[in-house]
């Protein structure tokens, strides 16, 4: 290769664009070399084997030391290493340099680059430049947040820290103070310090490659903690605006830093809070907090607890990695992360939150339609301070419906409802067309839905004070395809499995015995009229009975249901995880094993929501049709039917898409 050749290509180096003459010199001392796929050009820890230039292709640099490799960097033509082995006076290489894929390079023997190096100072200097940019960007290959940039991001962050020496007793950051800068510890000791007593108290020492005040970088918090040096040594900082310019250009990098530096928080219970455990049929513990001043509740399971004890603003989710490894045998970050993550969505703990510039970025493209799928489908409006109420109800009629005798009146009434509606509903035709009224009896069924939905929800209040507990709200909503009233019975965690599924059964209960009471009036009626109507409203609570019996949807069945499997949120796990875990087990990467409930509820389920999305789909476009086809031309309402009845079915499956992509499933 021709000198002129060689300067071109040093041309195209960054450090040597300014410094033609040099380019000169160097053209005429290199040599033109090739290597193959694979060959190793330099082996860490062996005399220097010179300077290198890429002409063309590409190699890996690896750091071998240790168990695993380390990948520090990927050069591609026009790259230059090996002069800092030389530069350093050691002779010996610190890494080792293969090529991937057949490489053309520019070389130069280190006897040769020595000579030059003590005739050429201008060359000396440049090369130590480079070199010490590349030692920064090699350090911060092996400090937490780093780890995960690419090499060419490392390179570039290396290039806008701030190297500083540093004398024993200085202060690096103080407790309370903003933070603009985080610092990584290349050489002595730093100790942490936290208030206490009017003193302080040393928590840790940090040593060479430590990274300390990252966390005040990331969140509007002030520093947790000082750091003080122990002993003369030598930093890199790095400040916010250097570390999130890098950051930012790659949100996948970004995420994962985020992720990374969650396990340096320290997250703190709120105050007020109340726990209270029960053990299952199985031995196992589930715990339930209780904040009063919110009137709210969060159930864990046995291991929550572990984790709520140690949210006390002082341990960081990577120590409490560490505890619930010694403690349940396995490191499991992840677990500990959602765990927090629950607590702190709903409330009962506190963590620093993310400045602007690195919150996660707002779902996009079906994740965010799931995401206001399920909003539009699960809303409710709700009336505080009823408690009082079912309490009256309880004392006047609750204590005497739902005694031992009261109960046992019902239960033979739904009995022979239930038989006479057997006997005699296939001829409730007759009945109707008897009434003389035609299709206009058919508006009984809005009374009769109405009616049948308040005492449902008040058979659910009486019997939560029949337990001593109290209802929090009381309210109405939309639930997928219909409208829901409700009461707030989450007073009721803190009570065992059996008398939880009383509460969720008192509801369709209570339209059983409505509906048996409703075709004993038809059946023992003079009156077409009251025949008719009595039968309207024997059908409408049997609807609401077996609708709400339904475990498939979140009703009274479903609650039932996950009772009885101890399984407080089985829709949600059982939908997430055959978005996640079935694929898994199709590729052979997890077992069945423990899982069959997941897998048949789940597939149950959503067999359920497609049957729903086609009732929708064909049964409200025909009802919307014919409610608003004597008002607008056939052809509008036509259109408006289709327009509602398909949209609410795709509201229903991109909610339950979401679902299965592990979003929180709706709940009223």
Known sequence: MSPASVAQILEGIPEFESTPKLRQILGEEFGARKAKDGDTLVTQGEAAAGWFILATGTVEIWEESGETPLLLNVLGPGAEFGAESVLSGEGVTNATVRAVGDVEYLWLSPARLGELLAKNQELAKLLATTAEKRRVANLLARVGPFVDLDPSQRLALAERVVDLDVDPMTILMREGKPGDHCFVIVQGTAEVLVASDGGFERVAEIGPGGLVGEGA????????????????????????????????????????????????????????????????????????????????????????????????????????????????????????????????????????????????????????????????????????????????????????????????????????GLLVTVAEAPRSTEFLDAAGLGSIILLALIPANAIGAVLHEAAHGLTVKRFGREVKAAGVGWFLITPVAFVDTSDMWLESRPRRALVSAAGPFMNLVLGALGAIVAATSDSAFVVAIAWQFAFASYYLAVLNLNPLLEFDGYYILSDALDRPNLREEALAWLGDGLPRVVRGQESLRGHGVDLAYGALALLYILVMAFFVVVVYRIVLQDLVAGVVPAAIASGLAWLFAGGLAGLLLLATLAQIRGKRAPSH
């Open 217 to 416: 970088l990331l969140t509007n918090a002030p520093r947790n903690a000082s750091v003080r040096m122990m002993e003369s040594g030598r930093i890199v900082g790095i400040t916010r605006d250097d570390f999130l310019s890098v950051v930012k250009d790659d949100p996948g990098i970004a995420t994962e830093v985020v992720t990374l530096l969650r396990m340096r928080w320290r997250p703190k219970q709120r105050p007020g809070i109340e726990v209270f455990e029960r053990h299952t049929g199985d031995g196992d513990v589930v715990v339930t907090l209780k904040d009063p001043a919110r009137n709210a509740y969060y159930r864990m399971a046995e291991d929550g607890r572990f984790i709520w004890d140690r949210l006390d603003g002082h341990t960081t989710l990577r120590e409490l990695a560490l505890a619930y490894l010694q403690e349940y045998g396995r490191f499991d970050p992840g677990r500990i992360a959602e765990a927090v993550q629950g607590l702190v969505d709903e409330g009962f703990a506190t963590t620093p939150v993310l400045r602007d510039e690195l919150a996660e970025d707002a779902p996009t493209g079906l994740s965010a339609l799931g995401g206001r799928a399920i909003k539009a489908l699960a809303w409710t409006r709700a009336v505080r301070g009823v408690d009082r109420w079912f309490d009256w109800g309880h004392r006047w009629i609750g204590r005497w419906l739902f005694s031992r005798a009261g109960v046992a009146v019902m239960t033979a009434i739904a009995i022979a």
